[in-house]
């Protein structure tokens, strides 16, 4: 069954130390691939998303992701964290393209320490 | 300002109650959602709707109804059939089912 893992359930880092938030996905094609972030109470932003392309993609608030096809990874990567970043974050995979079949993983805390 | 609406923000009901849990978009998406998240748990598909007047159902839709009959509204009834219906409910929508989706504030039911 397609599935979607986030190994890390919580994770601190001290402001201004790089950042690296694993996502491990099961399914046999090439999926859509997204990661969210949600501050407490609130909705979902998307920080940026693969389909095709460049492996390496750019997103929003310096969050960059990288597509390891033959390790079925799309980790997130910040060189900087700032105190604004703690929030929780969300690894999600579109089987077969389909927005109707989005997968989550079940989300990693980051706290940030000054 | 485009976005999703979804209102109220916090709602609480009796059980054996049903409610209703609006959703408002102004983006022009054809395609809408609505997911349950629990705590330590990821997002879960409750019932999506891929144009006007079609919906299909999702992981849990069980306890759940829906209708679409405006582009920009997808209602979602929680009905008196839901074990456990406490829980923050998340919209979303977007221009199609191959695209990205933009999420609402969610509203927080409470059940008691």
């Known amino acids: 069954a397609q599935s979607v893992t986030q190994p890390d359930i919580h994770i601190t880092v001290s402001e201004g130390a790089s950042l690296e938030l694993r996502c491990n996905y099961s399914?046999?094609?090439?999926?859509?691939l997204f990661w969210y972030v949600q501050s407490p109470g609130q909705g979902l932003q998307l920080l940026l998303k693969y389909f095709s392309g460049d492996t390496l993609v750019q997103g929003i608030k310096g969050f960059e992701a990288e597509f390891k096809r033959s390790q079925s990874s799309f980790n997130l990567r910040k060189p900087s964290v700032h105190w604004s970043d703690a929030a929780e974050y969300f690894c999600?995979?579109?089987?077969?393209?389909?927005?109707?079949?989005?997968?989550f993983g079940k989300g990693t805390k980051l706290s940030v320490k000054p | 300002d485009g976005g999703i609406t979804q209102s109220p923000k916090y709602l609480f009901r009796k059980e054996g109650q049903n409610v209703t849990l609006s959703c408002e978009q102004n983006l022009n998406h054809d395609a809408m959602y609505w997911y349950r998240q629990d705590p330590g748990q990821g997002l879960r598909l409750i019932y999506y709707?891929?144009?006007?007047?079609?919906?299909q159902k999702g992981d849990i839709a069980e306890g759940y109804s829906v209708s679409r009959e405006k582009k920009e509204s997808f209602p979602l009834t929680v009905t008196s059939a839901q074990k456990n219906p406490t829980a923050f409910y998340l919209c979303?929508?977007?221009?199609?089912?191959?695209?990205?989706?933009?999420f609402g504030q969610g509203t927080r039911l409470t059940v008691v």
């Open positions: 979303a929508s977007s221009f199609s089912l191959n695209t990205e989706a933009f």
């Open positions: 999600a995979v579109a089987i077969g393209g389909s927005q109707g079949n989005l997968i």
């Open positions: 399914y046999g094609a090439t999926p859509y």
């Open positions: 709707s891929q144009i006007v007047n079609d919906f």
